[in-house]
């Protein structure tokens, strides 16, 4: 299968930095998503990795390791309306592009 | 509109009716995808379209689940004799092709079986 552990919960201090870690057990994938999901609202892209490595978005970075089936997702300078639910997504691309989400990280920033 | 629509928004029906489920994808988008995601879980795969055609079926979860789209636009999901276990929100969506394009999500149907 392709099993994808993520914490449940976090919360976080405003102004601060954050780590969502995400571990699948899998291979194969074309690529690692994070997408972000307000309560009651559709997902929406946040980044992804192809390549090992770290890619740098503005205030949010995602990192891949492929050898470790590990991926992060850093969010720097939180705001409030960074509270939301934060999902680790594997891109099987190919003939489907068919995404296989983890049930996501639900940070909370705090004043 | 420059996003993907979905209708209805919510939709509450009694067990064993049938309801359809429509989504309008991004004009020009040849891709084209349904997921489920029930209370607190993750979101499901159920099907994908490339032009007309669903060249991937595997999340479907009975048969009472089908799924069309005509003139590489709209798609209807349709739910044959709906189940308690059916209640979810359905999120469509959609991308400009395949391999890592970003899939751009619609704002969902709430559907509850009574």
């Known amino acids: 299968g392709q099993n994808i552990d993520q914490p449940t919960e976090m919360t976080a201090t405003e102004g601060a930095i954050v780590q969502i870690n995400c571990t699948y057990q899998?291979?194969?994938?074309?690529?690692l998503f994070w997408y972000q999901q307000h309560a009651g609202e559709a997902p929406t892209f946040l980044s992804y990795?192809?390549?090992?490595g770290l890619e740098e978005k503005g205030r949010f970075s995602s990192f891949l390791s492929r050898s470790k089936g590990y991926s992060y997702l850093l969010l720097k300078e939180l705001q409030m309306k960074d509270s939301a639910s934060y999902l680790c997504?594997?891109?099987?691309?190919?003939?489907?592009?068919?995404?296989?989400f983890g049930t996501g990280t639900l940070l909370a920033v705090q004043p | 509109g420059a996003g993907v629509s979905q209708s209805p928004s919510n939709k509450v029906t009694e067990k064993g009716k049938d309801v359809e489920l429509r989504c309008d994808p991004i004009?020009?988008?040849?891709?084209l995808y349904w997921y489920r995601q029930r209370l607190g879980q993750g979101l499901e795969f159920l099907i994908y379209?490339?032009?007309?055609?669903?060249?991937?079926k595997s999340g479907l979860p009975s048969d009472r689940f089908s799924a069309e789209r005509t003139g590489e636009s709209v798609s209807t999901l349709t739910i044959q004799r709906t189940q308690q276990e059916d209640s979810a929100v359905y999120l469509c969506?959609?991308?400009?092709?395949?391999?890592?394009?970003?899939?751009?999500f619609g704002p969902g149907t709430r559907l509850t079986v009574l």
């Open positions: 004009s020009g988008h040849t891709a």
């Open positions: 990795n192809v390549l090992d």
């Open positions: 899998t291979s194969g994938f074309n690529g």
């Open positions: 969506a959609s991308s400009l092709g395949t391999g890592l394009d970003e899939q751009f």
């Open positions: 997504v594997l891109n099987y691309g190919g003939a489907t592009n068919k995404l296989i």
């Open positions: 379209f490339q032009g007309n055609s669903a060249p991937d």
